[in-house]
């Protein structure tokens, strides 16, 4: 061999040591934008995982995934924390659970909200409990710290704005006046996005409902109305909002919700799977029935936004539905209620289901 191959051979070797060498680390500030989608999909696989198990009572599984999805994510998102303290505390890992508690509240989540079952059982240990007691103003000021209150009011008055203007529905007719401060809601809230990225709960914090996490709902309102009414930058708004799941910034349930109504009345990701029906006070569940091809298609679709499957939203969909009272906050989208909706189940192509089969 000459000399020239050599040298060839020995950088080659070189690429490929450091290109998995990096591969195999977890996230930081430092990695470019491949690795970072790497490690974020990594991020989406175990998260899935973990509620899967937490589906067929797994619970050790469960946190070993979420542990794990942990590794590769910077910021969890909160439901994913929340999910994981429950976790700890029915596997009576108080001490783990503890720390939970102060990255919820370094979010934005208050005293009470520890007041719920199974919240409430963490005061059992009066230790552990006091210590993170004298650790909650320290927390709390840091949270106050680095959340961005401004913009925060600043979105949730382009929310007010957005509302107003569509509660001016025509209640016969069904249409929405055109209403030129609607246009610039939503021009303002993209300009936003452009400078911001998706303003997630690092930047806004998180809200709570009767001591629910939720997502800044006066957010993904204006989001969903922007593809609803398909404004003309939605094209570019889709595009921006795709590039933060990528970075972790953004679930891939909330963009399949949004991104579904550029597709209508087809569907892109199979986001209907579930109804659920009152027929004369009797209660009717049916998934949608598609063959195997269209499944397939949909769960491609669902893959190239590190969204789970359509299998996999279902078993959580009737998971959620079989156990109301679990203490799981699980984001998923797929269930729709309809009243007296049977004469038109064949045109809708659901099938009716018998949960004893799941």
């Known amino acids: 061999m000459n000399k020239k191959y050599w040298l060839f051979t020995i950088m080659l070797l070189i690429v490929i040591f450091f290109f998995n060498f990096n591969k195999g680390k977890k996230t930081n500030d430092s990695f470019n934008f491949l690795s970072q989608k790497d490690s974020i999909q990594l991020y989406y696989f175990h998260i899935n995982k973990a509620e899967l198990s937490i589906c067929d009572s797994n619970y050790t599984q469960a946190l070993?995934?979420?542990?794990?999805a942990f590794s590769y994510i910077n910021s969890p998102f909160p439901n994913d924390i929340y999910n994981s303290l429950i976790l700890n505390i029915y596997l009576r890992n108080y001490s783990d659970a503890i720390k939970l508690c102060e990255k919820l509240v370094l979010l934005g989540v208050n005293m009470t909200f520890f007041n719920q079952v199974p919240l409430k059982s963490l005061k059992n240990d009066t230790v552990l409990?006091?210590?993170f007691i004298?650790?909650?103003?320290?927390?709390?000021?840091?949270?106050?710290?680095?959340i961005d209150f401004e913009l925060r009011n600043e979105i949730y008055k382009l929310f007010l704005n957005d509302q107003k203007n569509f509660c001016n529905i025509d209640i016969e007719t069904g249409?929405?006046?055109?209403?030129?401060?609607?246009?610039?809601?939503?021009e303002k809230y993209f300009?936003?996005?452009?400078?911001?990225?998706y303003p997630n709960h690092d930047l806004l914090g998180i809200d709570l409902i009767n001591d629910t996490i939720i997502k800044p709902s006066f957010q993904a309102t204006i989001i969903q109305h922007m593809y609803q009414e398909s404004i003309d930058s939605i094209e570019k708004v889709s595009a921006l909002l795709k590039k933060e799941i990528f970075r972790g910034r953004l679930l891939p349930a909330d963009f399949m919700n949004w991104d579904e109504f550029r597709y209508e009345p087809n569907h892109h990701y199979g986001k209907s799977i579930l109804l659920k029906s009152m027929y004369e006070k009797d209660i009717y569940f049916y998934k949608l029935n598609l063959d195997s091809l269209r499944i397939k298609k949909y769960n491609y679709n669902r893959s190239e936004i590190f969204m789970y499957s359509f299998e996999d939203n279902l078993k959580k969909l009737i998971f959620i539905q079989k156990n109301p009272d679990n203490k799981f906050n699980f984001?998923?989208?797929?269930?729709?209620?309809?009243?007296?909706?049977?004469?038109?189940?064949?045109?809708?192509?659901f099938k009716k289901i018998n949960f004893n089969d799941y």
Do not use: H, R
């Open 175 to 186: 249409i929405i006046p055109y209403i030129q401060t609607q246009d610039t809601v939503f």
């Open 134 to 146: 004298s650790k909650y103003d320290s927390l709390n000021e840091v949270y106050k710290s680095k």
């Open 191 to 197: 300009d936003i996005l452009k400078k911001y990225g």
């Open 129 to 131: 409990w006091n210590s």
């Open 64 to 68: 070993d995934n979420y542990l794990n």
């Open 331 to 349: 984001i998923i989208y797929g269930l729709y209620e309809m009243d007296n909706f049977e004469d038109n189940l064949k045109k809708l192509a």
